[in-house]
């Protein structure tokens, strides 16, 4: 069994109703305030959300008329929202998302629990995701003491809990290898008790 297998059997644990602990429920607007992509999501007609937690923002995104399309580690996340995505998509089938199709990815709170390759699988088919003119919003998280970041983590425990740090720098890196292109860096935000710290970046294709 390899680790990114022994994660989605974690989440799916997860996912279940005794084990919530992990699973955010981000309204749509605290992540469209936080991502500063209220005028992307205005203008946008399709959407996919990568990482959907307990399916709030997605019921969210379809209730203001968007289609949506949804991207998850776990069956059971992606469950709840069989009823209102037009389609969703295991990560590891990632590669059957359509390319040049949508106008706004949302990933959030979902770059810190995976692994640097699952990292780059997203880029890989996400990027090419993307309309023309289209935005992908990617949070990313940092460790506030810098010999803390952009280690690959493969931990399966280290990844559930969110601790898989980078710099945008590094991400940039990233980014730029799979034809992307960094357009916007949130300032640093910063964790009220963890010693973390938190960016969003818009990318779009080159
Ligand atoms: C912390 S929750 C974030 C949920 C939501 N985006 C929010 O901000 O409320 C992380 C979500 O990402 C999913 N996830 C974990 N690893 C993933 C992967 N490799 N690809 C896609 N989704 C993943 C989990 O199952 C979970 O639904």
């Not at 949302?106 to 023309?132: G, Q």
Request: glycine share 4%.
């Amino acid at each position: 069994m390899n680790d990114e297998k022994t994660v989605g059997e974690l989440w799916d644990k997860f996912h279940t109703s005794e084990e919530k602990h992990y699973i955010s429920d981000n309204p749509l607007k605290t992540i469209l305030d936080l991502s500063n992509i209220n005028e992307e999501f205005e203008d946008a007609k399709t959407v996919i959300e990568i990482g959907v937690g307990t399916a709030r923002c997605s019921k969210e995104i379809v209730n203001q008329g968007k289609e949506l399309h949804c991207v998850d580690i776990s069956t059971l996340a992606l469950s709840k929202v069989a009823r209102i995505a037009q389609w969703s998509y295991l990560s590891e089938y990632m590669n059957h998302i359509p390319k040049n199709y949508f106008d706004l990815v949302i990933e959030f709170l979902v770059a810190p629990h995976i692994s640097d390759e699952e990292l780059n699988r997203h880029l890989k088919y996400v990027i090419p995701s993307l309309k023309e003119k289209g935005t992908f919003s990617l949070q990313i998280t940092f460790n506030r003491d810098p010999d803390l970041n952009n280690q690959n983590i493969q931990n399966p425990i280290t990844l559930i809990s969110g601790l898989s740090c980078r710099t945008p720098e590094y991400v940039t890196s990233m980014i730029e290898a799979n034809g992307g292109e960094v357009t916007w860096v949130s300032d640093p935000n910063y964790h009220d008790t963890l010693n973390l710290g938190w960016h969003t970046m818009k990318i779009r294709r080159v």
